[in-house]
């Protein structure tokens, strides 16, 4: 049978789904479990689906596709937003989003990796993960606009301290789960061994590189978007910026360990020869998440730990 291209513009109560193949036409389903399930299995064997993270809704169908041993592929919205507009598109409907998907993994397939459902556990430590990130914005925020506050001192004070006891126990229930699965508690006291990683950015490091297999360092590093992005045009040579491209939460958690470490023995001899290079204060510390970075990687990939001397022949 012939493979089909699909690509499905989802919401929260619905789906709309077209075929680059026009094998059939463009159809909405509801976004409930037994309409997507009854839909999939009309499909042929070896059909590709395209459709945008939407933070959660995209989820039930990316499984159940997947389920079926169809190929997923979860796309950035700002990529497919680009090649839309590339294409011209003057409209922006569910109908025409959905075509311009199954136009873009039709052709674009072969350069996308393809979508690898996370196991319960990892769904709860990535949701924890970033429900902890949002709490942590969210207590800054409070005590940088409350500190000047004529009046509610008090409440204040109270609500920060009810946000503390929330993070805790988010921590709490992290390492909970971790310590269920013995292989996710080995990886996290390795990763853990590398001067600056704590157990929350163990956790962050521990989470990507146990659920997807990075071919090498390399390609982990622009997982995480603290790759260099150049921007250069015939004899011009363009400034460096990172692409930015991966998670948000594990590429700060990277920087956070790189400040922590780049106070010890063990990190400061590089951040300080790249600063007397003329580097930046950042671009020194960016360089030093990108080697943690790829550190963990090595770590995870050949089960060892952080070694001195290793890190002294890569650098």
């Known amino acids: 049978m012939q493979t089909l291209h699909i690509g499905v513009d989802v919401a929260k109560d619905t789906v709309v789904v077209a075929c680059e193949e026009a094998a059939f036409p463009v159809q909405t389903l509801p976004n409930q479990r037994g309409a997507l399930r009854g839909w999939l299995k009309t499909l042929p064997p070896g059909s590709r689906l395209g459709l945008e993270a939407t933070g959660r809704y995209h989820g039930l169908l990316a499984d159940l596709a997947h389920a079926q041993g169809l190929t997923v592929f979860v796309l950035n919205p700002k990529d497919t937003h680009c090649y839309a507009q ?86 709490a229930h992290r390492e909970h789960l971790i310590a269920q699965c013995p292989d996710r508690a080995q990886a996290l006291s390795r990763l853990q061994t590398i001067v600056g990683v704590g157990p929350l950015v163990g956790a962050g490091l521990m989470q990507a590189l146990l659920r997807i297999p990075f071919k090498n360092a390399d390609a982990f590093v622009a997982f995480t978007g603290l790759d260099p ?19 948000g939460e594990l590429r700060r958690l990277l920087f956070t360990a790189a400040m922590s470490g780049a106070k010890t023995n063990t990190w400061k001899p590089y ?26 990687w090595s770590m995870i990939h050949h089960n060892t730990v952080f070694s001195l001397d290793r890190l002294a022949t890569q650098s």
């Open 271 to 296: 951040y300080e020869r790249y600063r007397a290079r003329g580097l930046s204060t950042t671009a020194a510390l960016v360089i030093i998440a990108r080697k943690i970075a790829r550190a963990a």
């Open 86 to 171: 590339g294409l011209g598109r003057r409209a922006k409907t569910d109908r025409v989003d959905a075509e311009m998907l199954a136009r873009y993994v039709a052709r674009e397939h072969a350069e996308l990796h393809a979508y690898i459902p996370p196991t319960p556990t990892q769904r709860q430590l990535d949701r924890l993960l970033l429900r902890r990130s949002k709490l942590v914005v969210l207590r800054g925020a409070l005590r940088a606009t409350g500190t000047d506050l004529p009046v509610g001192r008090v409440e204040l004070r109270a609500t920060l301290q009810r946000l503390d006891q929330l993070i805790a126990a988010l921590d």
């Open 229 to 247: 992005r150049p921007r250069d045009s015939g004899k011009r040579i363009g400034r460096r910026r990172l692409s930015k491209r991966g998670p």
